[in-house]
T-cell receptor, first 113, second 114 residues
Framework: GDSVTQMEGPVTLSEEAFLTINCTYT??????LFWYVQYPGEGLQLLLKATKADDKGSNKGFEATYRKETTSFHLEKGSVQVSDSAVYFCALRKETSGSRLTFGEGTQLTVNP | DTEVTQTPKHLVMGMTNKKSLKCEQHMGHRAMYWYKQKAKKPPELMFVYSYEKLSINESVPSRFSPECPNSSLLNLHLHALQPEDSALYLC?????????????FGSGTQLSVL
């Protein structure tokens, strides 16, 4: 079945450091790929998405590129802020699976001042 | 209005109680979802309503009963729950139940079953 694997956390960085959170997927067909972020005490928010190979999603300084050859969708940010501290979920979704989002296990990011 | 509103924010119930969780959106979305999230885990899909009809039930026990009274409202009726049902229950909606559509999540109801 379809699956998403994220790098294990937690990840702790200093402010202005470079961030990479690895995400790889296993799926047949052509999934859409997403990064969702969950701040403490809140629901999930879509951070960015990519719907086909080589698409780059970007938002709030975060970006990720859909790499079909390596089945990856790694999240990057050049300079993190304390306010970026949250849990980040990589997810995929296929037309043939109806409305199901398949999530990775999540990566807790803590940014220290 | 781009919000999904869930009430209550917190709920404590005994195993013999009956309670309901409520979810509301006014974005004209035609797909609504219930997810269950345990601590430090990703959300797990429970139910999907598409155009007010139940389209997906992920083999959820019958002690959870969803209801979609109209296109803006989604309820989750709870009865005879078990302590292991304690979790954050998230409601979400999307414009259409399609692959590329963004999901909008509510802040959730934190449920504790005693």
């Amino acid at each position: 079945g379809d699956s998403v694997t994220q790098m294990e956390g937690p990840v702790t960085l200093s402010e202005e450091a470079f961030l990479t959170i690895n995400c790889t997927y296993t799926a047949t067909g052509y999934p859409s790929l997403f990064w969702y972020v969950q701040y403490p005490g809140e629901g999930l928010q879509l951070l960015l998405k990519a719907t086909k190979a080589d698409d780059k999603g970007s938002n709030k300084g975060f970006e990720a590129t859909y790499r079909k050859e390596t089945t990856s969708f790694h999240l990057e940010k050049g300079s993190v802020q304390v306010s970026d501290s949250a849990v980040y979920f990589c997810a995929l979704r296929k037309e043939t699976s109806g409305s199901r989002l398949t999530f990775g296990e999540g990566t807790q990011l803590t940014v220290n001042p | 209005d781009t919000e999904v509103t869930q009430t209550p924010k917190h709920l404590v119930m005994g195993m013999t109680n009956k309670k309901s969780l409520k979810c509301e959106q006014h974005m004209g979305h035609r797909a609504m979802y219930w997810y269950k999230q345990k601590a430090k885990k990703p959300p797990e899909l429970m139910f999907v309503y598409s155009y007010e009809k139940l389209s997906i039930n992920e083999s959820v026990p019958s002690r959870f009963s969803p209801e979609c009274p109209n296109s803006s409202l989604l309820n989750l009726h709870l009865h005879a729950l078990q302590p292991e049902d304690s979790a954050l229950y998230l409601c979400a909606s999307s414009r259409m139940p399609l692959r590329d559509e963004k999901l909008f999540f509510g802040s959730g109801t934190q449920l504790s079953v005693l």
